[in-house]
């Protein structure tokens, strides 16, 4: 599947008119504010797992991070993945994001086998078709929010600097955007890491423990503003975390347990 053949997928996506197909939930919301899971017939996943094993082998010691790992996510879904520390999250999240190779299974992402794309191939997804979240945020110290936000517009080869400005107002850091990071909130810190992500339009966002270093009203304000984001722009997320309060923001809700991917259900209510 071409770039442009996914492009016009999500668009088809937004309006509510896609191809018969796959089936995904979205989630709206009515008149009143009321939160409800709306089927959707979506023409193939943004991501697809299939069987997918990583094995580390460590002073003789085989260690079995993913065990048969199956997983589909879909445009606009939120899919949360629960797991205490150490469970898998993080080398599930390397995995899609191509930064490390499955030992055995398949992973596409917007349509391309990441084993069959070289280095290149890998790093240009990345710049252009996936936002990344951290815990710690990750902003680069001796940059301005503006500056950290550009950046990655410009590695996705945009050089609109409109579009990182439309991304700090939407998370509300209007006017904020001369500060450099040592001078925020790390809740406006993380709010600059959301702008970051969703500044260069991806298609998917992996987000690490994105509430893991804030308190629990400063976490439960990123999340209402990530989620509404994602849903605004038909962005998939993928959000890795171990706090059971995160499960009401998804669509759908996975755990791992010692390498096992456990699926939970669509309904994260």
């Known amino acids: 599947m071409t770039v442009l ?9 937004s309006r509510a008119w896609c191809v018969k197909g796959w089936s995904c939930y979205n989630t709206i919301f009515t008149g009143s504010g009321k939160k409800e899971k709306a089927m959707r017939n979506c023409e193939a996943p943004i991501v697809q797992m299939e069987q997918v094993w990583k094995i580390f082998q460590t002073n003789g010691q085989q260690t ?19 797991g205490k520390s150490g469970s898998g999250k993080t080398t599930l999240l390397n995995l899609i994001a191509g930064l490390d190779f499955p030992t055995k299974g398949r992973i596409q992402v917007g349509g391309r086998d990441l084993q069959s794309l070289r280095e290149r191939g890998r790093t240009q997804l990345r710049r252009h078709r996936l936002g ?32 990182a400005h439309r991304a700090l107002e939407e998370v509300d850091l209007k006017g ?29 966002i992996l987000a690490d423990e994105p509430t893991g270093n804030l308190d629990t009203q400063t976490g439960d304000m990123i999340l209402d503003l990530l989620v509404r984001r994602c ?9 890795a975390s171990h706090a059971q309060r995160t499960r009401h923001y998804a669509d759908k809700v996975m755990r791992m347990e010692d390498g096992w991917l456990v699926d939970l259900g669509v309904d994260g209510d």
């Open 231 to 239: 849903r605004e722009e038909t962005t998939s997320l993928l959000m």
């Open 132 to 163: 990344f979240i951290f815990q710690f945020f990750n902003l680069l110290p001796t940059l301005t929010a503006f500056e950290n936000v550009m950046l990655s517009v410009e590695l996705a080869g945009k050089k609109d600097r409109q579009l």
């Open 64 to 82: 079995e991070a993913l065990r048969g790992a199956d997983l589909s996510l879909y445009p606009g879904q939120v899919l949360l993945l629960l």
């Open 176 to 204: 904020m955007g001369h500060r450099y990071p040592h001078e925020l909130s790390g809740g406006e810190q993380q709010r600059v890491a959301v702008a970051r992500a969703l500044a260069k339009k991806p298609l998917l």
């Open 5 to 13: 053949s996914i492009d016009r997928m999500i668009c088809a996506a």
